[in-house]
T-cell receptor, first 111, second 109 residues
Framework: DVKVTQSSRYLVKRTGEKVFLECVQDMDHENMFWYRQDPGLGLRLIYFSYDVKMKEKGDIPEGYSVSREKKERFSLILESASTNQTSMYLC??????????FGDGTRLSIL | AQRVTQPEKLLSVFKGAPVELKCNYSYSGSPELFWYVQYSRQRLQLLLRHISRESIKGFTADLNKGETSFHLKKPFAQEEDSAMYYCALSGYNTDKLIFGTGTRLQVFP
């Protein structure tokens, strides 16, 4: 069974802090994704990566960056957290052409 | 523009009633369509994809290219079907997904 693990279920940070969200998958998937999930807006893609050190912007990349130094790990970075980045963040992974498998999510609050 | 539309935010039915969750899409080409489900306190998971043509937990979905729709149907709803349902599409030669805004299904006893 595919396991996608996000490092924190809940996180509280302050405005202006640099925030790291970590995601690890154990199935050697090429693709990894970061979404934010907001009521009434569904899931919106922030960034995705199709290989180590490769990344592409999604629909809402502003204020975020990512890092993929190893195939199994994909990090989302909020360079300077703002209150409008309070949200649920979901990580997913997939094999090329296969369905996406999601983690449990990180509920991030920016105060 | 590529878009997935789920017109209903909330759908409430009684146990045993038929269910249809609507999904319409906009895509210039041949997309692949998916339904994902998120039960309370659980992770988002794949329910079905149109290329599989499967019935999962009694749910089916048929891709109608003429109407650009991929509605999710079940003839007799169960209480355990209560969840958030998302329709999604991926385009040709990409693994990115475009999600709809989701429909919450409530099944009352």
């Amino acid at each position: 069974d595919v396991k996608v693990t996000q490092s924190s279920r809940y996180l509280v940070k302050r405005t202006g802090e640099k925030v790291f969200l970590e995601c690890v998958q154990d199935m050697d998937h090429e693709n990894m994704f970061w979404y934010r999930q907001d009521p009434g807006l569904g899931l919106r893609l922030i960034y995705f990566s199709y290989d180590v050190k490769m990344k592409e912007k999604g629909d809402i990349p502003e204020g975020y960056s990512v890092s993929r130094e190893k195939k199994e790990r994909f990090s989302l970075i909020l360079e300077s957290a703002s209150t409008n980045q309070t949200s649920m963040y979901l990580c997913a992974s997939s094999r090329g052409g296969g369905p996406q498998h999601f983690g449990d999510g990180t509920r991030l609050s920016i105060l | 523009a590529q878009r997935v539309t789920q017109p209903e935010k909330l759908l409430s039915v009684f146990k045993g009633a038929p269910v249809e969750l609507k999904c319409n899409y906009s895509y210039s080409g041949s997309p692949e369509l998916f339904w994902y489900v998120q039960y309370s306190r659980q992770r988002l998971q794949l329910l079905l994809r149109h290329i599989s043509r499967e019935s999962i937990k009694g749910f089916t979905a048929d891709l109608n290219k003429g109407e650009t729709s991929f509605h999710l149907k079940k003839p007799f709803a169960q209480e355990e079907d209560s969840a958030m349902y998302y329709c999604a599409l991926s385009g040709y030669n990409t693994d990115k997904l475009i999600f709809g805004t989701g429909t919450r299904l409530q099944v009352f006893p």
